[in-house]
């Protein structure tokens, strides 16, 4: 059984601040890391992918990567109210079969 | 471009009865896949297609049948509804291939409810 394994949360921030997300997987093959982002009602959507070690980073959003203690996560710096969502991580081995945490719930608060 | 498209949206069953989720892409995508989603749970992986004319079993295939008609369509049907199916029902593509293409697109969601 392969896990993956978020904080339900809520995480709450103020508006401006850094948030981390942080998820952990069990099976060390898994080759590819996945954070979504969904608002209440809504169909995920991506935000970033990571696949080697280390981080990855794209506008206010960082994925940080590291294989050897088995976790992803994800930073948001400046973080506004409009980043009140929940994050979702996803990791596969293959591209056949993703498998989703349960989320994390952040509220950014102004 | 309409993206990955489903219906229904919404849809109440009794238990025992039986329908069929459509799910249609016009982005070309080769791979597609019907997801669950329930409260607390995250998104589980019910059945996958990974290119045209071949399916195979996700995390929770019980209960359900897919057929991938062609490239376009992916529908998922459910034989005898039970309550335990209660859910709301993503279905998503994505490009396939190792190099690349990583995102999934998702459709808008059908919530079904089993009485």
């Known amino acids: 059984q392969k896990e993956v394994e978020q904080n339900s949360g809520p995480l709450s921030v103020p508006e401006g601040a850094i948030a981390s997300l942080n998820c952990t997987y069990s099976?060390?093959?898994?080759?590819?890391f996945f954070w979504y982002r969904q608002y209440s009602g809504k169909s995920p959507e991506l935000i970033m992918f990571?696949?080697?070690?280390g981080d990855k980073e794209d506008g206010r959003f960082t994925a940080q990567l590291n294989k050897a203690s088995q976790y992803v996560s994800l930073l948001i710096r400046d973080s506004q109210p409009s980043d009140s969502a929940t994050y979702l991580c996803?990791?596969?081995?293959?591209?056949?079969?993703?498998?989703f945490g349960s989320g994390t719930k952040l509220n950014v608060k102004p | 471009n309409a993206g990955v498209t489903q219906t229904p949206k919404f849809q109440v069953l009794k238990t025992g009865q039986s329908m069929t989720l459509q799910c249609a892409q016009d982005?070309?995508?080769?791979?597609m896949y019907w997801y669950r989603q329930d409260p607390g749970m995250g998104l589980r992986l019910i059945y996958y297609s990974a290119s045209e004319g071949t399916t195979d079993k996700g995390e929770v295939p019980n209960g359900y049948n897919v057929s991938r008609l062609n490239k376009r369509e992916f529908s998922l049907r459910l034989e005898s509804a039970a309550p335990s199916q209660t859910s709301v029902y993503f279905c998503?593509?994505?490009?396939?291939?190792?190099?690349?293409?990583?995102?999934?697109?998702f459709g808008p969601g059908t919530r079904l409810t089993v009485t």
């Open positions: 996803a990791v596969t081995w293959n591209f056949n079969k993703f498998y």
């Open positions: 982005m070309n995508h080769n791979s």
């Open positions: 990571i696949y080697s070690n």
């Open positions: 998503a593509g994505r490009d396939g291939g190792l190099a690349g293409q990583y995102e999934q697109y």
């Open positions: 099976d060390r093959g898994s080759q590819s």
